[in-house]
Every structure is written in structure tokens, then in C-alpha cells.
């Protein structure tokens, strides 16, 4: 399997955020806790015992505890750095859950899935540790999100140095995670997606924006030469000229893919056999006889 993630460096820029001396940018991550907690609010069941997987803060913990349908929530973490104070994270990189088989009733992922390299075997290995009839739960950076930087700065590359090396990660589409899903055996999956538009002054704004919620670029085939000032200048130029709003404030755009799935039960509603409908669909969609006299 092909690497695209340098994953000892994902940690390194989620740790650095969090030890940054200016405040976190986790308003991504709250819209995505509240979205999460408001779906699992919906659901007309109790959890015993669910897991967060790589929520950084916690902020998605906490919101999914607070809707009273869980009784206990462990957290799954890169580092003890991630833990509140008097915490205690279950440590694990992206790609490994440590967890039993059928040894929890929730699972949940805030915006964690999109720097996985086998997002395959990471949707299994989520589904075996599900009890039957567990769920699970999941906000996904999908693909749209950050285009306009893409272009910009593949535009700005392309043109200072006649060539472009890869900066904004690849996001997988909506299709995609849904046949994942349903690969790693998931019933029932749910998966729809919603898109945010955030507005900057300009680039700089933008880029401090990703550095302070851990999102550097982690990509094992980045350029490794030094970036200068002037290309961000030219960069942020671009950025105006081709995504900026009438008003001069430049677009971001964030597109999460939200999914839900259950481990397989026997009491869950199962599809119907082919060739047991009662009624032909031809029949069905005919139109009301009328008697005539």
C-alpha cells in the first residue's frame, strides 16, 4: 500500500497546535462535535460504553456525553498531551485501534479519517470492535474541502517555478467513504455531507488558521525546499483575484462528509428477498381503475 501520510508528522503538528501559545482554531471542530451530538441525540437507544477516536481537544467527547445517551466515553489519542488534565487517553496511532473485538456500543471519529492511509482497514478494524447493533459515528473532511487553496497555490507553484509539488492533502469523495463503508460491513449506513464557507481577510489568515488546528501539510511527498515569502504573496494575489467575495474577503470552503453505520445484528431491518413483493411494480404505479357503466 502506497504511504501518502507522514504520520509521525501529522502528531508533530496536532501537538504543536496544541502547545501554541495563540488560541486554537476549533470552530471546525465544534460545528462537527455539535453535528455529531445532535445525529446521536436521534437515535432512541442508551450506549454504555463509547470511544472518541483522535478528537484532539475533546470538544466531541464532551458534546456526545452531554446529550445523556452514553454512560461512559474513553478517549483514543497519538499522545498523553491530548488528555485533560487528570485524564488518562488510550494511546494509539491513526491507523490502530486498540480495542477488544465487540468491546464497545459507539464509536465516534471528529474529523480524524482524512489523514488515514488505510482508511479500509481502519473502517474494519472499527466495525469488529463494535458489540452487534453498536454505531458509529463520524464527521469526514471531504472532497471540496480547501479547493480554492489548491488551485491557488498550484497556480502560484506552476508559475514562479514551472512546476507544482503537492500542499493541500487529497479528500476522499462522498461515494467513496459510502463504499467503504459498506465494504467493511457496516449495516444501515447513513452517509450525506455538508458544506462551510469561511471567510478570511486574506491567505495569511487562512494559513494560520490550518497551522493552529494541526493541519501543515503532512504529505510524505511534499517539496522539502524552503518556501519563500514571495511565493505566499503571490499566492494570496491569486487567491484575491480568483476567490475573493465582492466585499474583498476571500472564500474557504470545508465539505465534511457525515457517516453513520451500525455492526450487523440480527434484529435490524433486513432488505427484502428478490422475488418476494406482493405486488408487481408495474401494478403498483398503474393508475386507479374507473368502472364505467
Given at each position: 500500500m502506497d504511504r501518502i501520510f507522514d504520520q509521525e508528522l501529522v502528531t508533530a503538528n496536532r501537538l504543536r497546535a496544541l502547545s501554541a501559545s495563540q488560541p486554537p482554531a476549533d470552530f471546525l471542530l465544534k460545528l462537527a462535535a455539535s453535528e455529531l451530538a445532535d445525529r446521536l441525540a436521534l437515535v432512541e437507544r442508551r450506549f454504555e460504553h463509547a470511544v472518541e477516536l483522535h478528537g484532539a481537544t475533546g470538544i466531541a467527547a464532551q458534546a456526545l456525553s452531554e446529550t445523556g445517551k452514553i454512560d461512559r466515553i474513553e478517549r483514543v489519542e497519538t499522545d498523553q498531551a491530548f488528555a485533560a488534565p487528570g485524564e488518562t487517553v488510550i494511546k494509539a496511532d491513526f491507523e490502530t485501534l486498540p480495542l477488544a473485538p465487540q468491546s464497545v456500543n459507539l464509536?465516534?471519529?471528529?474529523?480524524?479519517?482524512?489523514?488515514?492511509?488505510?482508511?479500509?482497514?481502519?473502517?474494519t478494524q472499527?466495525?469488529?470492535?463494535?458489540?452487534?447493533?453498536?454505531?458509529?459515528?463520524a464527521a469526514i473532511p471531504g472532497a471540496g474541502t480547501l479547493a480554492?487553496?489548491?488551485?491557488?497555490?498550484?497556480?502560484?507553484?506552476?508559475?514562479?517555478?514551472?512546476?507544482?509539488?503537492?500542499?493541500?492533502i487529497?479528500?476522499?469523495d462522498i461515494r467513496d467513504i459510502g463504499g467503504l463503508m459498506q465494504r467493511a460491513g457496516f449495516a444501515l449506513p447513513v452517509i450525506d455531507s455538508q458544506h462551510y464557507t469561511v471567510r478570511?481577510?486574506?491567505?495569511?489568515?487562512?494559513?494560520?488558521?490550518?497551522?493552529?488546528?494541526?493541519m501543515g501539510n503532512p504529505l510524505r511527498a511534499r517539496s522539502r525546499k524552503p518556501v519563500t515569502r514571495g511565493f505566499f504573496l503571490r499566492a494570496a494575489e491569486i487567491y484575491a483575484e480568483r476567490h475573493a467575495d465582492p466585499d474583498g474577503r476571500i472564500r474557504a470552503t470545508f465539505s465534511f462528509v457525515y457517516v453513520?453505520?451500525?455492526?450487523?445484528?440480527?434484529s435490524q431491518q433486513k432488505p427484502l428477498k428478490p422475488g418476494?413483493?406482493?405486488?408487481r411494480l408495474?401494478?403498483?404505479?398503474?393508475?386507479?381503475?374507473t368502472d364505467q357503466s
Open positions: 464509536i465516534v471519529s471528529p474529523l480524524a479519517l482524512h489523514m488515514v492511509d488505510d482508511l479500509p482497514g481502519v473502517l472499527i466495525r469488529r470492535a463494535l458489540k452487534p447493533d453498536g454505531l458509529f459515528l480554492e487553496l489548491r488551485d491557488v497555490l498550484l497556480a502560484a507553484e506552476a508559475e514562479m517555478s514551472g512546476g507544482a509539488s503537492p500542499r493541500v487529497p479528500f476522499a478570511y481577510d486574506s491567505l495569511f489568515p487562512l494559513m494560520r488558521d490550518l497551522r493552529a488546528m494541526g453513520s453505520g451500525w455492526a450487523p445484528h440480527e418476494s413483493a406482493k405486488m408495474a401494478d403498483a404505479l398503474a393508475p386507479p381503475r
